[in-house]
């Protein structure tokens, strides 16, 4: 699409209209307020690597002046080190992730503020080839649509996180992307900030994906993901997936149900097969009809046969470019396909291994909230918060303090 038609779709007021109801960037697991935890602390073997890694950055062609305005005001942060080691995509099951990031009030918010921006979201999928209800699903986990886009200063969070040496290599050449950035002019320290791993913008794009695959499909000379327009954030995602192959006019993915019986032992992403061959196995779309057959695809059944159930095609590995969670690219397939019109699963996860449903666990949290022992959002996910009700609710009760929720408890707040 040439640039001209480009700028005509923009005029016709989808990102303005953004622009206009954004909130404040905040609120979310980065921002609203960081704690200590996120401010730069004292930290002397952190300072002196620092003063080594001006020298690396030095050689690579970054100026004395960009290396001392980067670093201005950043310094060691804490609480980075303690996030990169409790991913939630990577730790939560399939049911609580979808719970916490797609969820109904997730929904809700994404189609208030996709709304807006669909003439943009078809004008980037007419030129990229990639799903524009993907992308905005995209855009929701990453950052909720736009309203949490992180405040931590990036160069403290990938300098912190290169120190620490964990990821060392990894997140040195992030630093040295960033100071690029700043030295190129795109943007500057005060502005560039986003989440504990130094990802930046609508989408969360780290550094060096931003120094390759950022464009500037608003045509305004700028490839900015940072402010109220998620434009060129949406364009980026969108060329970022589509050079790792995405493949335009097929699904990511579908909700299927099982077959009783069905052997489990051939689920999983790298046990890919005909689609025939699952057809001809019994799996079928949970919504009716026939299986699509773009190509080879695996069977994802987190719950086993008779719960939730997913087919994934070539483009779920290409989501998973993005992020290599199984748990994220469920979540982005699972959003787009709301966003596009789809309906819930069609399937329960059933009892955990507590013993309750999803159901029964968002009772339980309202319960416990309405008995005095508040257990956050009952969002049927049991957090350390939920933990510390429960352990009220027992020692109230005279009863074992371990915090765990159970049937039992449950009833007793029925009764209560």
């Known amino acids: ?8 779709v923009l005029a016709g007021g989808a990102a303005a209209g953004l622009a206009a109801c954004m909130p404040a960037a905040g609120g979310g697991g980065d ?14 073997d952190y300072e002196a690597w620092v003063t080594a890694f001006r020298q690396r950055a030095l050689a690579q062609g970054i100026t004395a002046q960009t290396l001392d305005r980067g670093f201005r005001g950043q310094g060691f942060l804490p609480g980075v080190v303690e996030r990169d080691r409790n991913q939630t995509e990577f730790r939560r099951s399939t049911e609580d992730y979808l719970a916490l990031v797609a969820s109904d009030d997730d929904l809700a918010t994404g189609r208030g503020r996709v709304g807006p921006q669909r003439a943009v979201l078809a004008a980037i999928e007419a030129e990229s080839g990639v799903d524009q209800n993907v992308l905005a699903a995209v855009w929701g986990l990453e950052t909720r649509f736009g309203t949490r886009l992180g405040e931590i200063p990036v160069v403290s969070a990938t300098s912190t996180l ?7 290599r990894f997140f040195e050449a992030q630093l040295v992307a960033a100071l690029r950035i700043l ?7 005060d502005r560039m900030v986003g989440s504990w791993a130094g990802a930046m913008g609508h989408t969360q794009l780290m550094p060096t994906v931003y120094e390759e695959y950022a464009v500037d499909f608003g045509g305004d000379g700028r490839r900015e993901i940072w402010g109220d327009d998620p434009t060129d954030a949406l364009a980026s995602t969108a060329e970022y997936l589509r050079r790792h192959g995405w493949r335009r006019g097929q699904p990511w993915g579908l909700e299927v149900h099982l077959p009783a019986g069905f052997d489990t032992a051939a689920t999983g992403r790298e046990r890919r097969r005909p689609v025939s061959a699952w057809a001809a196995a019994g799996v079928r779309p ?7 057959d773009p190509g080879e695809a695996a069977i994802h059944a987190p719950a086993g046969a008779g719960g939730p159930a997913w087919i994934l095609y070539h483009n779920f590995n290409v989501i998973l470019r993005y992020n290599p969670s199984t748990n994220y690219g469920i979540g982005v397939g699972y959003m787009a396909d709301r966003l596009a019109g789809g309906g819930p699963l069609t399937r329960s996860f059933g009892p955990d291994e507590t013993g309750l449903t999803q159901a029964e666990r968002r009772e339980l949290q309202e319960r416990l909230s309405r008995a005095g022992f508040d257990a956050g959002t009952p969002d049927g996910v ?16 005279g009863l074992p303090v371990d915090g765990r929720p159970s049937p039992a408890i449950l009833a007793m707040l029925r009764g209560a």
Do not use: Y
Not at 1 to 8: E, F, K, N, S
Not at 31 to 44: I, K, T
Not at 183 to 189: F, I, N, S
Not at 382 to 397: L, N, P, V
């Open 286 to 292: 949970a919504r009716g009809g026939a299986l699509p």
């Open 31 to 44: 921002a609203g307020g960081l704690g200590p935890e996120f401010r730069p602390q004292p930290n002397p």
């Open 382 to 397: 049991i957090g350390r918060r939920t933990e510390e009700a429960i352990r009220g609710f027992q020692a109230a009760r």
């Open 1 to 8: 699409m040439a640039g001209t038609t480009r700028r005509a």
């Open 183 to 189: 030295q190129a002019g795109d943007t500057t320290t």
């Open 162 to 168: 290169a120190w620490e040496g964990r990821r060392g």
